[in-house]
């Protein structure tokens, strides 16, 4: 029999689509935009009715029956079909105030569809509200056996974005045609934006015996409501071709294909959800590389193409003109084209939901951390609530996750749940500089549902007097800024207000004092980042009372367009100092113009004069900052990472600073601060003391100069550049 063979309705079609008579006001207006003419809806081919004397639907206002000749055989017939809003008897909240009418009688029984069978044998079915059919406009009440017609649409998180949609577009999936806008609703338009477009609603009625041929069906209404029907198609296969089977990754190989992009592929009963390379993994080198927790981005990857696809069991996958049928794919497991040129493999189908725990060997109790999970394909597993393609753009990614080089990972506040697939596994665990990262393979059994992994400190430097910190990141909220610092071993976390032309960021969780996020071992302060495009920036922390406000003053991207030049860094700097904060100088010394001055002034505490991205010590700001040693002006270095994408990790580059055995708080580490008690890694663990004295101390020789006793040691999970 044929996958799809549409049934005629022009011999009983009595209406128009444009006819409002015989609908309530909002389906009316609906009816008037749905679908006609050849549609496919879930891969199923509806033929509309082309009017005929001014009728393309079949409308049924009363109770007299209407048969539909058929003379096909199929597995099951698949209505387009919908009912008008108003209901025979309802309950109290219908409002003509919401834009979507409420559904107040589901269950409410319109009519049998009554199949005839050319044997002689019938099958009825039951009609109802919000079952088998559904208002032509809804809100959010879906049919609980039905489908409306718009199918989903996959979109790129990337773009490109259609007006103010970049929203709504990381979500990656969008319900029929993606929006023109994304803007919400507005008193002139939002009518028109709040409702979606009106709906077919597509039912598969399922049919004893696809062998035996149906002579028709007849429509035999109640009068409970109106209804109407616009297309049938009878469909030939095995299973309900609206239900779809849980997605599913397909590594597809054959002539032809090297990459996914330049794959043309296709699926008629289902979606293609993702098309991508997936990275080959080579789980040896992995293993046994020494550099772990630090991501990595092979100079020349080898990559397989792949989809993920949710699909009926009747669906034809297409890529590159050659079909495979998807049923027996997913039982075997593996395919080829019926040409022979396309192979199919599934991934890793078997999955099982774990509950994960991180632990402290040293205390044994739950710690944060960064977790990565990669299957022996090379796909990435993250826990459930992480998104699986990090998105490391600027301000468009700030929940817990990081990509670095290739590596995706999810910050984790100890415990984690989520799907992982059966069999091999390959985990990676990381915690900032004090704990032995790891990478391991670790074994998944079927209905396993508990999993354990331990950490171990190589190193206590907190037990020592030294406390680690971020000086400056953006964008975080304070309690992911929170999870974040707490996964990389972060005591004080800085997350930074600021102005960026006409966009202010953080600016509603500036308090007078530390977040509430706050706990004793990882304190959230909420500061400014102060910025003049050509003068300079300063950051400002631990500021008490009001915020120092304007956080930009004039400039191009700091400021907005035509902004005046109303401060100076060197008054914010005495307004922070005022309010018993920090001065520090981000990402020193650029801009450089009133820096230098500050710094001379004595207006600043520190300077941050590493760079995540510059590994190597022999650059300009470090060179600066000790042109300004060497002129006699001693000034703290810090570390912050100027956090502003999921590209960067809280913490790379870090400040530890000495508070000896004062308690943690903002204000000791500042005084640490002041006093020089800091030094600045990006993983290397230092001791460094000079005839017993340590970073902020002084020590006076003679103008001869003498001979002095150097200790110093580094010592790093990694190998040291």
């Not at 049934?7 to 679908?35: C, H, M, Q």
């Not at 020494?290 to 397989?304: K, M, N, Q, Y």
């Not at 984690?416 to 393979?441: A, C, D, N």
């Not at 502003?644 to 809280?650: C, E, L, Q």
Request: proline letters at 6%; glycine letters at 10%; charged letters at 20%.
């Amino acid at each position: 029999m044929p996958k799809f063979n549409p049934v005629s309705l022009e011999p009983v079609v009595n209406s128009a689509i444009s006819e409002a008579r015989y609908w309530g006001a909002k389906t009316a207006g609906a009816v008037a935009g749905l679908p006609v003419g050849s549609q496919t809806f879930w891969g199923i081919p509806f033929e509309f009715t082309t009017p005929t004397d001014e009728h393309d639907l079949l409308v049924l206002a009363g109770t007299s029956a209407v048969e539909i000749e058929v003379g096909a055989s199929g597995s099951h017939l698949v209505f387009a079909h919908f009912c008008d809003e108003r209901a025979s008897t309802t309950v109290a909240g219908q409002s003509a105030d919401y834009s979507n009418p409420v559904i107040t009688a589901p269950g409410e029984h319109l009519a049998d569809y009554v199949v005839m069978f050319e044997d002689g044998s019938e099958l009825r079915q039951q009609v109802r509200r919000r079952f088998e059919i559904n208002q032509v406009q809804t809100r959010m009440q879906s049919g609980f056996s039905s489908r409306q017609h718009q199918g989903l649409s996959t979109i790129p998180f990337r773009g490109p974005y259609p007006d103010n949609t970049w929203g709504r577009w990381q979500t990656g999936v969008m319900v029929g045609d993606p929006p023109t806008s994304g803007r919400t609703a507005a008193r002139a338009d939002g009518e028109g934006r709040s409702n979606p477009p009106g709906s077919w609603t597509i039912y598969a009625l399922e049919l004893p015996d696809s062998s035996v041929r149906i002579k028709s069906v007849r429509i035999e209404p109640t009068g409970a409501a109106t209804f109407a029907i616009g297309a049938i198609t009878l469909f030939g296969g095995h299973e309900n071709p609206l239900r779809h089977l849980p997605l599913e990754t397909i590594e597809l190989g054959g002539t032809g294909i090297t990459a996914a992009d330049g794959m043309q592929v296709d699926v008629d009963l289902g979606v293609i959800a993702r098309q991508r390379d997936i990275q080959r993994f080579d789980s040896e080198d992995w293993l046994a590389s020494p550099v772990r927790g630090w991501g990595e981005a092979p100079d020349d990857p080898e990559f397989s193409a792949s989809v993920d696809l949710t699909a009926s069991a009747d669906a034809t996958l297409s890529v590159n003109g050659s079909e495979i049928e998807v049923g027996p794919l997913l039982d075997s497991g593996e395919a080829t084209s019926s040409d022979g040129n396309v192979t199919a493999r599934v991934l890793t189908s078997q999955r099982t939901w774990v509950h994960g725990r991180i632990i402290d060997s040293s205390t044994g109790k739950l710690t944060a951390a960064r977790v990565h999970f990669r299957s022996p394909d090379g796909r990435y597993f993250p826990p459930y609530g992480h998104t699986h393609e990090v998105n490391d753009n600027w301000f468009e990614d700030y929940g817990a996750d990081l990509l670095l080089g290739d590596t995706q990972y999810a910050y984790v506040d100890g415990t984690f749940q989520g799907e992982l697939p059966v069999g091999e596994v390959y985990v990676e665990v990381s915690k900032g500089f004090e704990f032995e990262p790891i990478r391991q393979k670790i074994s998944i059994e079927p209905g396993q549902r508990q999993l354990e992994i331990k950490l171990d400190r190589n190193s206590n430097l907190r037990g020592s007097g030294w406390v680690t910190a971020d000086t400056h990141t953006h964008f975080l909220t304070p309690e992911t800024a929170h999870l974040e610092a707490a996964a990389e071993d972060i005591n004080i976390i800085n997350l930074l207000a600021a102005q960026w032309g006409d966009l202010y960021t953080n600016v509603g969780d500036l308090t007078d004092g530390i977040s509430g996020s706050s706990t004793a071992e990882t304190i959230v302060w909420v500061g400014t980042e102060n910025r003049q495009h050509f003068m300079g920036h300063i950051s400002l922390l631990g500021a008490t009372g009001s915020p120092v406000f304007p956080m930009s003053t004039s400039g191009p991207t700091e400021g907005y367009i035509g902004d005046p030049t109303v401060r100076a860094m060197s008054d914010w700097a005495d307004e922070v100092r005022e309010k018993d904060g920090l001065a520090i100088v981000p990402h020193f010394p650029f801009p450089h113009s009133e820096v230098i001055a500050e710094v001379v002034l004595g207006k600043v505490d520190g300077l941050e004069i590493r760079d995540f991205h510059v590994p190597t010590m022999d650059t300009f700001a470090v060179h600066e900052w000790y042109r300004l040693l060497s002129c006699g002006y001693r000034i703290s270095a810090v570390g912050g990472t100027d956090k502003m994408s999921a590209g960067m990790p809280v913490g790379g580059v870090r400040t530890y600073a000495y508070i000896g055995d004062r308690e943690l708080s903002h204000k000791s580490w500042s005084d640490a601060v002041r006093a020089g008690r800091t030094y600045t890694t990006s993983g290397p663990l230092m001791d460094f003391a000079v005839e017993g004295l340590r970073p902020g101390d002084e020590l006076s020789l003679p103008e001869s100069g003498a001979a002095v006793h150097v200790k110093a040691t580094a010592s790093c999970a990694m190998p040291i550049n």
